[in-house]
């Protein structure tokens, strides 16, 4: 399925070849929608809504054609769905979604964002953010996104039962990142000064051709060259925001990448937790057994103070501490087990991730190259009409 607007293109199959969601079935971002309402504290708003479209492989496979499965979709619904997935697979690099708002924007394009093309933009986003998730070989499978893309009303109770919000560790839930092209951003305002000095050629050029009688038809013939080349700056800046949006998409997936790490480093730290108090529940016990106390502790100086306490009492505290020590065993079996198997899991997602991000970001910038080279290729033509006009006076 090819991406438009410059985006990736993402294949049915994907790198290990097992089946997937996008295999099994078509699925598109096909239009956006300004609505009005009310919101939750029942003030009206204005919002955007997203028609996704679904349609089985197999029908299409028989030789059939069904009209697409629709349902609509707000902004904040793909947000939730990211949510859970971030949670429920925290060994994944989970695919980012575009940005909510522009978070800049070049000339002559809107800030606005329920402008048009800004919302189109989004709306390929968001499209793109479905195929891949779609596309990947566990994320694809997971029964929440099948709910997403096919139940309209009930798919959020299904998700919030899953009780994802409760497993969302807090120091997780801060980890956010906002990011901008800014290089890019200084690449497009000296491009657009580049076109604007053409048009400032023009108007002089034409200008001038009204006072001059023999040079005037060469002055405004070159004139209406560079008023050409300089109109066409809006198609290009409009080619730069594309490609601008793939690199960002690449930043954007840093959050997801720091995101898998901080997991790992969470699981490390509860694990060495657990670990230090199994160590001072095993040694609490070797105190009590022996009656020999290793360090300093305000117990053991009430101890020395008044008494020591009945034997009773010692074989109950004796008899709790195996409780502890054996639960505490088996939280340490179960942190080792757990940290293993994500850092077996991440690595191997991650493994895909890169594979992946090569590919992109080698097509993305190749295409790129070739815009520069066909732009630079109309700038040498305008000047090389400029100069035939310039022979002609």
Known sequence: MLHLHGYITITHRNVEGSCTLLQRMEICVAEAEKRSGKNAVNMQET????????????????????APDSLWRRYSEFELLRSYLI????????PPLPEKRAEFVWHKLSADNMDPDFVERRRIGLENFLLRVASHRVLSNDKILYHFLTEEHSWKEVVY?????????????????????RNTHKVADRLYGVFKVHGNYGRVFSEWSAIEREMGDGLQSAGHHMDAYAASIDDILEEEEHYADQLKEYLFYAEALRAVCRKHELTQFELEMASQDLVSKKQQREELATGIVRTFSFKGMTNKLFGQEAPEQREARLKLLEELIAEGED??????????????RAWEDMERFEEQRDKDLREALINYAVMQISMCKK??????????CFLKM
């Open 379 to 388: 700038g040498i033509q305008v000047w090389n009409n400029a100069k035939e």
């Open 331 to 344: 939280t340490v079996k179960d942190k080792t087990v757990e940290c293993e198997e994500h850092i077996e």
């Open 161 to 181: 039962e899953t009780g994802f919000q409760a497993k969302a560790d807090s120091r997780l839930r801060a980890l956010s990142a906002t990011f901008r092209v």
């Open 47 to 66: 919002f955007t809504v997203y028609l996704i479209e679904t349609r089985s492989m197999d029908a299409m496979a028989d030789g059939r054609n069904p």
């Open 87 to 94: 949670v429920a697979y925290p060994y994944i690099v989970v």
